[in-house]
């Protein structure tokens, strides 16, 4: 059980994601669930700027982006069921009490909600069966909607007993410029807040800008009654990647496998070290202009820009990612320094002409460009206005478009609710042969994540195509349009699935990887 304390965002999904890539490299089957809690029922209709990505999993649930971090860092599938809401816990028990499951008895946040959670938990943990879970609570220690968990967990502990769970507490060490020094106050006072709710931490990982020595951490042991080797420095660093090497040094996976009690070989996390050293390629530069709506928060597209990472160090370059604000019109000379441009998915009319304006651009000044999702559709409707079309539109803007290209499916018309109503999790493509898109896969059948409600209206299909479309991906029935690409381009593709959230570390998605063959090819022409 991962928990956190002091300030939000400290990092507890990534500390989560790299204890268990250390348990893998012991050959200790793994998977994680991520707890949020607040009531919404999944993520689909948070505002980015709020939550950052909604990750997409291969069973169409909209989650939390900390399950990105999590198959990335496993290089695991993770299924909907890992991500446990408040509104989920309450919704299955309201549900229940509807039912009369519960005799008659007086509905309580102790023991009914906390017997859902841990239920939920147990669920997983079985349908898995994986050797370890680990349960990351969302939110900091001593907000008021993580108690019913906390709880839980604590309950948890008891029933399962002592060797079979584990908690681990990430907490915040500030280093005060003023004075010189580290203060261990505020892990101090968490540690308590912690205490107070039942659970005593077996471990706690001290997150800090730089790193904190031996005095300190003997002097947190001491203060919060845990053992020192179990009190670990995680620093910050050059690239998450490194995290897991950086708690290893600190023998944290052994610590855990004692703790547990559970049988493992010797680690090896030496492919995994080679994949942090090829992060660090810094020699040559490729450099990606990414159009996008939400643009001040990284967090928003932390997929792509991990996607970005992962193909850029296969291919031995580094990616250097300039965030460009779709509202703005596209000033083209800003445009001219880029290797290649890339318009994210997003949902709504704002920031459509920067994205329109980009797509031509790229068209005249042969640019690579990759379209995803609502990028794709862009790249249809500046394709059908460049070619005659005039006043070609999605008509997510314009309801009464002239020439409406993209159009929402007959099915997403009947539909009232907004949340987890659109074309969700994995689908199959069939990618047709002599396309950027075969050549990149080298497979004639595939299978990506969606998430979106709009598609290519098949009214302008033929006629498209006739101007130089090329649809080089589509259902297996050949009725929906999942890749276009232009003929005489030297890489121009868009896909109307998001295969950012397929990509690893250790295997960077085949779409990407071409994006960045090409980036590389137009650097080096200039």
Same mark, same amino acid.
């Given at each position: 059980m991962v928990t956190g304390g002091v300030v939000s965002s400290i990092g507890k999904g990534i500390t989560a994601a790299s204890i268990g890539r250390i348990l893998r490299s012991y050959g200790v089957d793994v998977t994680a669930i991520k707890i949020d809690p607040y009531l919404n029922w999944d993520s689909g209709t948070l505002n980015p700027y709020q939550h950052g990505e909604v990750f997409v999993t291969e069973d169409g649930m909209e989650t939390d982006l900390d399950l990105g971090h999590y198959e990335r860092f496993l290089d695991v599938n993770l299924s909907g069921e890992c991500n446990i809401t408040t509104g989920k816990v309450y919704s299955s028990v309201?549900?229940?009490? @509807?039912?009369?499951?519960? *005799?008659?008895?007086?509905?309580?946040?102790? $023991?009914?909600?906390?017997?859902?959670?841990? =239920?939920? +938990?147990?669920?997983? =943990?079985?349908?898995?069966?994986?050797?370890?879970?680990?349960?990351?609570?969302?939110?900091?220690?001593?907000?008021?909607? #993580?108690? $019913?968990?906390?709880?839980?967990? @604590?309950? *948890? @502990? %008891?029933?399962?007993?002592?060797?079979? +769970?584990?908690?681990?507490?990430v907490t915040y060490v500030p280093y005060l410029r003023a004075a010189g020094e580290f203060k261990t106050k505020p892990t101090q006072h968490s540690t308590k807040e912690l205490r107070g709710t039942g659970i005593t931490p077996d471990m706690i990982i001290c997150r800090s800008e730089l790193p904190i020595d031996n005095h300190l951490k003997e002097k947190i042991a001491h203060f919060c009654d845990v053992d020192k080797n179990a009190v670990i420095n995680a620093p910050d660093v050059h690239s998450i990647y490194e995290i897991p090497l950086i708690l290893n040094s600190e023998n944290v996976g052994e610590y855990i496998i004692d703790r547990i009690k559970i049988e493992a070989r010797k680690p090896d996390l030496y492919e995994w070290s080679r994949i942090v050293e090829s992060l660090k390629i810094d020699e040559s530069r490729i450099t990606v202009g990414i159009i996008g709506k939400y643009v001040e928060l990284e967090d928003a597209y932390i997929s792509i820009r991990e996607s970005l990472k992962h193909a850029a160090a296969?291919?031995?370059?580094?990616?250097?990612i300039e965030w460009i604000r779709a509202e703005d019109s596209v000033n083209r000379e800003k445009l001219d320094?880029?290797?290649? *441009?890339?318009?994210?998915?997003?949902?709504?009319?704002?920031?459509?002409?920067?994205? *329109?304006?980009? +797509? @031509?651009? #790229?068209?005249?000044?042969?640019? $690579?460009?990759?379209?995803?999702?609502?990028?794709?559709?862009?790249?249809? +409707?500046?394709?059908?206005?460049?070619?005659?079309?005039?006043?070609? %539109?999605?008509?997510?803007?314009?309801? %009464? =478009?002239?020439?409406?290209?993209?159009?929402?499916?007959?099915?997403?018309?009947?539909?009232?609710?907004?949340?987890?109503?659109?074309?969700?999790?994995?689908? $199959?493509?069939?990618?047709?042969?002599?396309?950027?898109?075969?050549?990149?896969?080298?497979?004639?059948?595939? #299978?990506?994540?969606?998430?979106?409600?709009f598609e290519f209206n098949n009214d302008y299909r033929d006629i498209l195509v006739e101007k130089g479309l090329t649809i080089s991906g589509t259902s297996p029935d050949n009725f929906l349009v999942e890749i276009v690409e232009i003929k005489d381009h030297p890489w121009f593709l868009g896909c109307q699935f998001h295969p950012e959230f397929k990509s690893r570390p250790n295997k960077a998605h085949p779409i990407f990887k071409s994006f960045m063959k090409a980036a590389i090819v137009k650097k080096r022409s200039n």
């Open positions: 309201i549900n229940k009490e @509807r039912k009369g499951n519960y *005799l008659g008895a007086c509905v309580q946040i102790i $023991p009914h909600i906390t017997d859902e959670i841990k =239920a939920m +938990v147990r669920k997983t =943990a079985d349908k898995t069966q994986a050797e370890v879970v680990l349960v990351e609570v969302g939110g900091t220690v001593g907000d008021i909607e #993580s108690q $019913p968990f906390l709880e839980a967990l @604590r309950q *948890l @502990r %008891n029933e399962e007993g002592h060797d079979n +769970v584990m908690f681990v507490h296969e291919l031995g370059v580094k990616v250097d320094h880029f290797d290649a *441009l890339l318009i994210p998915g997003g949902f709504g009319e704002r920031g459509i002409s920067g994205k *329109l304006d980009a +797509v @031509r651009y #790229s068209i005249e000044k042969e640019i $690579p460009i990759f379209g995803i999702c609502l990028g794709m559709q862009c790249m249809v +409707v500046e394709f059908a206005r460049m070619h005659g079309f005039e006043g070609a %539109n999605s008509t997510e803007f314009d309801e %009464n =478009a002239k020439h409406p290209v993209i159009d929402i499916m007959l099915e997403q018309k009947k539909i009232k609710n907004m949340g987890g109503t659109m074309r969700l999790g994995s689908y $199959p493509c069939k990618v047709e042969g002599g396309t950027i898109a075969h050549d990149a896969y080298k497979e004639d059948v595939v #299978s990506e994540r969606h998430r979106h409600r």
